[in-house]
């Protein structure tokens, strides 16, 4: 179970923004690493079939994207960067409108996600408009959403951009758990190094091009390097700050 790439390329025209990239993710929390524009979410795109593969193949669960598509995406759990909330709406109506498109009735969507929502501090915000909810609390009610019908694949661009440190840390910890509990495969996206730990698979990327892949603890060890910064540094010589 899992997602699997091969050769996987992508253009914008003349730009390559996706060069051979060969991926192998597996149940647990993977991080994909990376500064903006490396990549990341032209890969997202790819992998959640907004855009069309042009070369190489994706396999999710040992199924092609392409071939199997419907059926993968009901599997799959997605959190853009963007918000996709409807704002007038409240969280409930956003989250069995949401359930309706998987044929989830109202009753036994809340019963999927009642841990959930108690875990994220969501149950008393149930039926407060979307719009009067801050930038942590949206967010909270996008990964609700996403796990509303159980998926396996759980995909998450850049889940904590602008918000506050709190929000991050519950946020990054909940969905970590989560992977534990339910063995659900999760690639998290980010160019915040912060967010890595020893114990995560990361994938950093840069200019397109997968640089390492592996748990962080062992890259550190093979590229001996201390921390996270290091190796990133040491591997694409980039000296943004992330």
């Known amino acids: 179970m899992g997602i699997v790439t091969n050769n996987l390329s992508f253009t914008y025209g003349k730009k390559k923004a996706l060069n051979n990239v060969n991926l192998s993710l597996t149940s647990g929390f993977n991080v994909l690493l990376g500064p903006n524009g490396a990549g990341k979410s032209t ?5 959640t079939g907004l855009r069309q593969t042009t070369h190489g193949s994706i396999k999710i669960n040992n199924k092609d994207l392409h071939k199997h598509k419907s059926e993968i995406m009901s599997q799959m759990g997605v959190v853009f960067q963007q918000s996709t909330l409807d704002l007038d709406l409240s969280v409930k109506q956003n989250l069995f409108y949401y ?9 036994r969507a809340l019963q999927n996600i009642e841990l959930i929502l108690q875990q994220l501090s969501l149950t008393e915000r149930l039926n407060d408009k979307v719009r009067t909810l801050n930038g942590g609390h949206r967010r909270r009610v996008e990964i609700a959403r996403a796990l509303i019908h159980q998926p396996k694949i759980l995909l998450l661009d850049e889940a904590t951009v602008g918000l506050d440190v709190d929000s991050r840390l519950l946020i990054i910890s909940y969905v970590r758990n989560l992977c534990i509990q339910h063995n659900i495969c999760a690639l998290w996206t980010t160019h915040l190094m912060d967010e890595v730990e020893a114990d995560d698979q990361l994938i950093i990327i840069n200019n397109g091009e997968i640089q390492a892949q592996a748990k962080s603890s062992e890259l550190y060890e093979k590229h001996n390097v201390d921390d996270t910064h290091q190796l990133y540094f040491s591997l694409t010589k980039n000296t943004e700050a992330v």
């Open 43 to 47: 890969l997202f795109s790819l992998l």
């Open 99 to 107: 359930a309706s498109l998987h044929g989830i009735a109202p009753q």
